[in-house]
């Protein structure tokens, strides 16, 4: 057995995600963190995690609409 077969073998154990599928299960976790913020009492630290939230979600977005256009 070659060491490609064995890596084959060995990564249809594993769970590994792709790309795309990474970058939606954190937009996910993103929205899901924005929306617990949002029902709590508002700070300014709060404020600016928003601010992150949304530019990294934003940013998400792009890098999606990007990888789905060069296909």
């Not at 995600?17 to 929205?31: A, G, V």
């Not at 949002?38 to 890098?63: F, H, M, P």
Request: aromatic content about 8%; proline content about 1%.
């Amino acid at each position: 057995m070659g060491w490609g077969t064995f890596f084959d073998r060995v990564s249809g154990w594993i769970p590994i995600q792709k790309r795309k599928e990474r970058w939606l299960n954190q937009i996910d976790k993103l929205e899901k963190e924005r929306e617990k913020i949002l029902n709590e009492k508002v700070t300014e630290k709060k404020s600016l995690r928003l601010v992150d939230i949304n530019v990294a979600i934003a940013l998400r977005q792009q890098w999606l609409r990007n990888a789905s256009s060069g296909e």
